[in-house]
């Protein structure tokens, strides 16, 4: 018969053990795991075994499984000509999950320090109990019988010696004492670190099968187990202005499902694991301006949208397990950091593609159960980019470099923080958002300091009158560009008009070197292309008309903070 999947029945363990019947083979296996599919919340786990049955009922028990199990989700596959009558799953906890090696070895280290220890206090009570037998024993003669000077003087060396000897060791155990409970907190410690402060138990999953005849079949199981999943994190990588970017996808892999997966095959996946099974269903897709920013930048970033809005990750929500049903959105809560404990995993909201996307993992993994992030290689790509330069020296007199990635959009990317690294120099922590419709992603690559930008106020130029009741004051600006690279580049540079928002107060263009405005906000803009060696001037002058008797602020100021004395 060709392999085929069988009906499963989820029945109380109890119950498979009266269908198998005493009379029938029961076998149990400790199996490890085989392959893990992991998707953003949760993964998917494949365990196989070949197995000889007997004629008629055999009960096969899969021992030492993830207590995060999900019973729902439970799958058995068998080869050959066998049924799977029922399927069951329980919590053993009577058995323990083994602990790896390195956490054994902080546990015995740590079971010598406190033997050690005890020993310690023992031997401290006794130079105490011995140190208040000397103090108490003061009466050195009877009521009617004095003591002599000469044996006072022994009594009193031989007390002052003994007591001096006792303080000393007393000393020395305190040193000791002290030392073990820092050597102590240092292993308690890294149990911790290593999420080893606690035993949890484990799972059974337990199979009835039947044949009519001794047979070998490979049995299989999938199920699915909370407590792991993966983030994306990428690493963008650009030589120079006349290359494609390198964008390197690499995933964080977590599993804290308290059994270590060695030597796993590895696939990684964007898709929902509990998606329903009902047939999907078309609602109106509405579209609409963004009522903001579609990026909002925060101060390490250095990702900017077409617009060159700044950009900001997605807000954080935090949570220690998912529930088990693992089903709508209470699946998330708040994070408190009082409450936080050390092997919970943060998680944050994020938009992805409706079509999934899966990854296979070339090379096998091993991810222990610690809940820490251990960086997985998926996949590199080379996207053509073309760069462009953007320069705001009102506010900052460096160049800035953006690249424009295109092609982005068929590479399936989850949302995520991006490495930026340019000439072989990290740049800094972008992030990369995949929910706009654009097929082009401007990211920038820091200041580049071989594009020279000054901004200087011409005296001659600038002046401040008084015209009848009123004042003028006229400022008068000279940037220039110089590009100091041996290619051509293409800048973007741009500056302001005060806006006014008073009759009284009137703003006059003089000289804007052919910007483009923007009337109501009052930006100005110009585009140029430099070549190797040269240099742009632009002018700026303006002026603004107000009644002399007001005072108006026409120097935009920021917030620093200084130390005050």
Request: aromatic content about 8%; charged content about 25%; overall charge neutral.
């Amino acid at each position: 018969m060709k392999n085929m999947l069988r009906s499963i029945l989820l029945l109380p363990f109890l119950s498979l053990q009266l269908i198998a019947g005493n009379e029938q083979p029961e076998q149990s296996f400790k199996v490890p795991v085989q392959s893990v599919i992991v998707y953003l919340e949760g993964a998917q786990i494949t365990q196989n075994k070949q197995i000889s049955l007997k004629p008629g009922r055999n009960l096969i028990t899969f021992t030492g499984i993830s207590a995060k199990l999900l019973s729902k989700s439970v799958q058995a596959t068998v080869t050959g000509d066998v049924a799977i009558y029922a399927v069951s799953d329980k919590i053993n906890y009577l058995s323990n999950q083994d602990e790896s090696p390195r956490v054994k070895q902080l546990r015995d280290s740590l079971q010598l320090l406190n033997n050690e220890s005890a020993q310690t206090a023992y031997e401290r009570e006794a130079y105490d109990t011995e140190k208040k037998l000397l103090i108490q024993n003061e009466m050195m003669g009877g009521k009617d019988k004095g003591v002599s000077t000469a044996e006072l003087k022994l009594a009193a060396d031989f007390y002052r010696t003994r007591v001096k000897e006792i303080n000393t060791e007393l000393f020395k155990l305190d040193r000791k004492n002290e030392q073990l409970n820092k050597t102590t907190e240092h292993l308690n410690q890294q149990l911790a670190e290593l999420n080893a402060t606690r035993t949890s138990p484990s799972a059974e999953i337990s199979i009835l099968l039947s044949c009519s005849a001794p047979t070998t079949t490979m049995l299989e199981i999938k199920y699915m187990v909370n407590n792991a999943g993966w983030a994306p994190s990428y690493d963008l990588i650009a030589e120079d202005i006349n290359k494609p970017i390198e964008l390197k996808y690499r995933a964080k892999v977590f599993n804290n499902t308290d059994v270590d997966w060695n030597d796993v095959k590895l696939k990684i996946s964007s898709a929902d694991p509990t998606q329903s099974a009902s047939k999907p269903q078309l609602n109106p897709w509405y579209v609409n301006f963004n009522s903001g920013n579609n990026y909002q930048q925060q101060e390490q970033s250095n990702f900017y949208s077409n617009n060159n809005a700044p950009a900001a990750p997605p807000a954080p929500v935090y949570s220690n397990t998912l529930k088990n049903d693992m089903e709508g959105s209470d699946q998330y809560r708040e994070y408190d950091k009082k409450g936080k404990k050390n092997n919970e995993v943060m998680y944050e909201q994020i938009q992805v593609s409706e079509l999934s996307a899966e990854f296979d993992i070339k090379n096998p993994y091993s991810i222990p159960s610690d809940s820490k992030p251990y960086i997985i290689e998926v996949t590199s790509y080379n996207l053509p980019a073309t760069y462009k330069y953007y320069s705001v020296p009102k506010i900052d007199r460096d160049a800035f470099m953006l690249a424009r990635i295109t092609g982005w959009e068929d590479l399936d990317l989850v949302e995520g923080p991006a490495n930026v690294y340019f000439g072989g120099t990290y740049v800094g922590q972008s992030y990369i958002y995949t929910r706009s419709v654009d097929d082009t992603l401007d990211l920038s690559l820091g200041r580049d300091n071989k594009i020279l930008v000054t901004r200087t106020k011409q005296k001659d130029f600038s002046n401040d009158k008084m015209i009848g009741n009123n004042r003028k004051v006229t400022y008068a600006y000279e940037m220039v560009i110089k590009n100091n690279r041996k290619a051509p580049v293409t800048i973007n540079l741009e500056d302001q008009l005060p806006v006014s928002q008073n009759n009284d107060i009137t703003v006059d263009a003089i000289e804007l070197s052919k910007a483009q405005q923007d009337v109501l906000s009052g930006k100005l803009s110009w585009t140029y292309t430099i070549q190797p060696g040269e240099q742009q001037k632009v002018l700026l002058t303006y002026s603004v008309k107000y009644p002399r008797n007001k005072a108006i602020s026409l120097q935009k100021t920021k917030m620093r903070a200084r130390a005050k004395f």
